[in-house]
Each structure stands twice: as C-alpha cells, then as structure tokens.
C-alpha cells in the first residue's frame, strides 16, 4: 500500500504572496491532518479534514485554509506569506486509530 | 488541558544498549490514544507504536515497546538494542476523543544519538 505523499517537497517563495500546498492520503484513509513545524514552536495542528468537512481546526490566523476533495486528497493554502511562515508542513492521513504522516513540504519564506 | 511533556531534550546511548525516552501526558478524557514518531534529519514522521487508553497490555513493535502507566499518566517508550540507525528526533503525542477527531498533540521532542 501506497504511503502518503505531498507535493512539493520544497518550496521558496517571497513575502506577499501565496503558496499551495498537496497531500495524497493512503488509499481509503479519509481523514487528512495538517500540521506545521518550526524550531520554536515545535508540531502544531493546522486543521482536520475527514469526508470533505473541516473538522477540527488549530489555533491560526485565516490566511491559512484549506479544502479536502472527493477522493480525500487534501490541498493546503497560505496567502500573503509571512517570514514566520518558515516551516515544515506536514500531513497525516488516518483511519481507525492509524495516523500515518508524509514526507513533508518544507517551505522557506523570503 | 490536554498536554504532553517530555522533560529529556538530550540523550545519548551506545550502540546495543536499552534506552527509556520519558513521556507524560494530561487529559481529561477517558479515552485516548498514545503514539510515538520518530523523525530523522530528513524530516520525515515515522510511525514507531501506538498504545489505546483501554488496552491493557503495553504496545510492542519489534525492538520498541511502549511502558504505559496510566495511573502516572505516563507513557515512556523502550527502545531495545539501539542501532546507529536510531539517531533522529522522537516524538510523543496524543489523540483525544478518538471517535472524533484525529487531531494530535505532540510534545517537544527528544533527541535520541546513538553511539558506536
């Protein structure tokens, strides 16, 4: 079974604009997390997605969204980046009580 | 408040020894789930163990094995044998209302060096 993948897996952008983001669960998992990781932060929750419908989201500003598709893959969107936006962006995609992650897309604002 | 605290930001071990990584964790739900991630420089989240509040027995995969003591609200991870190969960050975290939500939160982390 396929693991879970996100595109890309590096990305630079400039302050101001916007980026988005691609998560591909594992075949049948239909909930997909989002979470972010910066050294002074540590791994905190974006949101939740399961079934389409945002179902849990963390504690961040509206610049941050994100959508979920029929075929669960899930796409994440930062508008008018900001330097702090420096990151790791790191999707899980669960079922039952598995909640397996991706690879990551680290993301360098300039 | 739901939270995870491990209080070893450090460790060293040698090669082929037994190491224990401290997690504890507050909740107020009665049900829970437990995991450990271990992440290499490279970033990634590897799946290490899971542990379910309402099992009983402590979770094992090969050479980790999760010590779960949920009068102490602890739930410190054993890896035997340690390999070079173990050298990364490792997480705890934890799901509430499992039914729910699959929502984690994560603790700070510990990183793990192994010697030869």
């Known amino acids: 079974k396929a693991g879970v993948t996100q595109t890309p897996r590096y990305l630079i952008k400039t302050r101001g604009q916007q980026v988005t983001l691609s998560c591909s669960p594992i075949?049948?998992?239909?909930?997909v997390s989002w979470y972010q990781q910066t050294p002074g932060q540590g791994l905190q929750f974006l949101f939740e997605?399961?079934?389409?419908?945002?179902?849990n989201k963390g504690n961040f500003p509206g610049r941050f969204s994100g959508r979920q598709f029929s075929n669960s893959r899930s796409e994440m969107n930062v508008s008018t980046l900001e330097l702090g936006d420096s990151a790791l962006y790191l999707c899980?995609?669960?079922?039952?009580?598995?909640?397996?992650f991706g690879p990551g897309t680290r993301l360098t604002v300039t | 408040a739901q939270k995870i605290t491990q209080t070893q930001p450090g460790m060293f071990v040698q090669e082929k020894e037994a190491v224990t990584l401290d997690c504890t964790y507050d909740?107020?739900?009665?049900?829970?789930?437990l995991f450990w991630y271990k992440q290499p420089s490279s970033g990634e989240m590897i799946f290490l163990i899971y542990?379910?509040?309402?099992?009983?027995q402590n979770a094992t995969e090969g050479r980790y094995s999760l010590n779960f003591q949920k009068a102490r609200k602890s739930a410190n991870l054993v890896i035997s044998a340690s390999q070079l190969g173990d050298s990364a960050m490792y997480f705890c975290?934890?799901?509430?209302?499992?039914?729910?939500?699959?929502?984690?939160?994560f603790g700070s982390g510990t990183r793990l060096l192994v010697r030869p």
């Open positions: 975290a934890m799901r509430e209302g499992m039914d729910s939500s699959y929502k984690l939160i």
């Open positions: 075949s049948g998992h239909r909930s």
């Open positions: 899980a995609s669960s079922l039952g009580w598995e909640q397996y």
């Open positions: 542990q379910g509040s309402y099992d009983e």
């Open positions: 997605y399961f079934s389409e419908t945002q179902r």
């Open positions: 909740t107020s739900d009665q049900s829970y789930g």
